[in-house]
């Protein structure tokens, strides 16, 4: 009932509010968000002229086919174990075992289409799909790392004796 009126909400304040413009939105709304563009919104860091560290609001080049002008709830965000504070999305989280457990809970995969878009577009670029990870998750949740790994997703750098010789 809750993710249900905060998407009433998101779709009046939108309404009251405009558009939604990324580089407008606060630091804590911003990571898993979409901008009334379509393009995800995306938390960077950067040094000012002080020394310290600080963070900024960015529109993303990566467009959302389905979603426009959305700020994920707190209720996806616990769910699927992600963080608003989040600078930077990677595979990396797709190789820890808690991680996956929670993208692959029903509870997130089936209530949060966001989230579990974002993510299965970095499996894909991996060479997995999200859909046949959580199907081991759910089956053997022991295998879900074993399994994104023998993929070919994620392998680490090699040394020069271990690459392959050009001829």
């Known amino acids: 009932m809750a993710f249900i009126l905060f998407i009433l909400l998101s779709f009046l304040l939108q309404g009251a509010l405009g558009e939604l413009v990324c580089e407008e939105l606060s630091i804590g709304l911003c990571t898993f968000s979409i901008g009334s563009s379509g393009k995800r919104c995306l938390l960077e860091n950067y040094v000012d002229d002080n020394?310290?560290?600080?963070?900024?609001?960015?529109?993303?080049?990566?467009?959302?086919?389905?979603?426009?002008?959305?700020?994920?709830?707190?209720?996806?965000?616990?769910?699927?174990?992600?963080?608003?504070?989040?600078?930077?999305?990677?595979?990396?989280?797709?190789?820890?075992?808690?991680?996956?457990?929670?993208?692959?809970?029903?509870?997130c995969y089936n209530n949060c289409p966001n989230i579990v878009d974002l993510y299965q577009n970095i499996a894909i670029g991996e060479g997995v799909y999200l859909a046949d990870l959580c199907e081991v998750q759910r089956n053997m949740p022991r295998r879900a790392v074993a399994h994104f790994l023998s993929s070919g997703a994620a392998s680490g750098p090699i040394s020069a004796a271990e690459a392959p010789s050009i001829i």
């Open 51 to 107: 020394g310290n560290m600080e963070y900024q609001c960015r529109t993303s080049e990566i467009v959302v086919k389905s979603m426009n002008g959305f700020i994920e709830s707190d209720e996806c965000m616990n769910a699927c174990g992600v963080h608003r504070k989040s600078v930077g999305i990677s595979s990396d989280s797709l190789l820890e075992p808690h991680f996956i457990a929670k993208l692959c809970s029903r509870l």
